[in-house]
């Protein structure tokens, strides 16, 4: 007589048994992933920081706030500095444009104390160029699957 279906002891490798991972995979890859949101916030931070100090003195008399203003100036315009913690750098790794985001921060010191209107022009101008670096990231992305 033969055995019923239910009753088998079928380890043919049909797909059906679990994937398997060790503890030290497992926790390996969640750090690594961890790590890289843990990255991404400190250079967030660090450029939040930088804007912040550029803008709170800007306009400081004093010799501490216009050395803070100036370093955070120098460091905002660098634009070859290829330091990990560069305006450049941490701009690229946070996906934004930093000439785009310069030329905001500069328009912006030098617009302080005239009217919004080039802060808005300089705004628009940033977010159609992001437009098009999307767009042209896309058909490149789209030739490249096509050849």
């Known amino acids: ?7 088998r002891d079928d380890r043919g490798g049909d797909g059906l048994e679990p994937d398997l991972m060790l ?13 890289q949101n843990g990255e991404r916030r400190l250079m967030a931070a660090v450029l939040q920081e930088g804007i912040e100090t550029f803008q709170k003195y800007a306009g400081a008399r004093d010799p501490e ?14 634009r070859h500095d290829q330091d990990l913690f560069s305006f450049t750098t941490v701009c690229a790794v946070l996906e934004l444009d930093a000439d785009c985001l310069r030329g905001g921060l500069l328009g912006w010191l030098g617009g302080r104390n ?3 209107r080039p802060a808005v022009a300089e705004r628009a101008t940033c977010e159609a160029s992001a437009v098009a670096d999307r767009g042209h990231a896309d058909r490149t992305s789209a030739q490249s699957a096509s050849a």
Not at 23 to 35: D, G, H, I, K, M
Not at 65 to 78: K, M, Q, S, T, Y
């Open 1 to 7: 007589m033969e055995t019923p279906l239910w009753m």
């Open 23 to 35: 503890p030290e995979q497992f926790f390996t890859a969640l750090r690594r992933s961890s790590a």
């Open 65 to 78: 706030g216009r050395e803070l203003f100036e370093d955070a100036r120098a460091w905002i315009v660098a």
């Open 114 to 116: 005239t009217a919004v």
